[in-house]
């Protein structure tokens, strides 16, 4: 478990290997007091009243899409920098993804960008927080109100980074908030990613 890094060789949160053994053989790898306890201590360390786990980042936002019940063909709108798999989720759920480019500084999007493919249909913002470093949120978060669109925060590579002091995919996002805990993918599958739930 929380060991396989291809690009950055293996690393081992210390005893994780064992916990996770453990909880397998008792027969509760997918539910269980371990996980009840990842899920408090994820949500405790975000400042956030829960957190649930999911298998996979994708799967937390699969289960968030569904969420949010929004129209068939409804448009959201990611980074063109980002991993494929997360828009290729939303398109097969029935979504339209619209990809807007990225701010060659910082690799995030470009809220600029984004104020310009909001369309009547747009219902959603995925800012993806790249490679530890928080999207401006300021920006993105007044755009998203004005346009009354959710926002679903990817913090797969920014797990515990912070925004002007609170951590990515805690304090922003209006109803559902995701955050994929494989920052680099420095966890391997089982607990992979959890959402959090501010509200
Ligand atoms: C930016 C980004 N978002 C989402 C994911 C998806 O996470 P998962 O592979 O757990 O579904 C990844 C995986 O590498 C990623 O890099």
Same mark, same amino acid.
């Given at each position: *478990?929380?060991?396989?890094?291809?690009?950055?060789?293996?690393?081992?949160?210390?005893?994780?290997?064992?916990?996770?053994?453990?909880?397998?053989?008792?027969?509760?790898?997918?539910?269980?007091?371990?996980?009840? =306890?990842?899920? =408090?201590?994820?949500?405790?360390?975000?400042?956030?009243?829960?957190?649930?786990?999911?298998?996979?980042?994708? *799967?937390?936002?699969?289960?968030?899409?569904?969420?949010?019940?929004?129209?068939?063909?409804?448009?959201?709108?990611?980074?063109?920098?980002?991993?494929?798999?997360?828009?290729? *989720?939303?398109?097969? $759920?029935?979504?339209?993804?619209?990809?807007?480019?990225?701010?060659?500084?910082?690799?995030?999007?470009?809220?600029?960008? $984004?104020?310009?493919?909001?369309?009547?249909? #747009?219902?959603?913002?995925?800012? #993806?927080? $790249?490679?530890?470093?928080?999207?401006?949120?300021?920006?993105? *978060?007044?755009?998203?109100?004005?346009?009354?669109?959710?926002?679903?925060?990817?913090?797969?590579?920014?797990?515990?980074?912070?925004?002007?002091?609170?951590?990515?995919? #805690?304090?922003?996002?209006?109803? $559902?908030?995701?955050?994929?805990?494989?920052?680099?993918?420095?966890?391997?599958?089982?607990?992979?990613?959890?959402?959090?739930?501010?509200?």
């Amino acid at each position: *478990m929380f060991r396989t890094i291809a690009r950055y060789g293996a690393r081992n949160i210390p005893g994780s290997v064992t916990a996770a053994v453990k909880a397998i053989v008792r027969g509760q790898g997918v539910r269980g007091p371990a996980i009840q =306890e990842f899920e =408090e201590r994820f949500a405790a360390y975000h400042g956030v009243q829960n957190a649930i786990s999911t298998s996979y980042g994708r *799967m937390a936002f699969c289960y968030i899409l569904r969420a949010l019940e929004l129209p068939r063909d409804s448009e959201i709108i990611f980074p063109a920098l980002t991993f494929w798999v997360v828009p290729e *989720m939303a398109r097969v $759920l029935g979504f339209r993804p619209i990809f807007v480019d990225i701010d060659p500084i910082t690799f995030n999007m470009d809220p600029a960008k $984004l104020e310009r493919a909001i369309t009547p249909n #747009t219902r959603a913002v995925v800012p #993806t927080h $790249l490679y530890g470093q928080p999207c401006d949120m300021d920006a993105i *978060m007044s755009i998203a109100r004005a346009n009354q669109l959710a926002v679903i925060e990817d913090c797969a590579h920014a797990l515990g980074a912070t925004y002007k002091g609170r951590k990515v995919g #805690t304090e922003f996002v209006q109803k $559902l908030k995701v955050n994929r805990c494989r920052p680099q993918r420095m966890f391997s599958r089982k607990f992979s990613s959890a959402i959090c739930n501010a509200n």
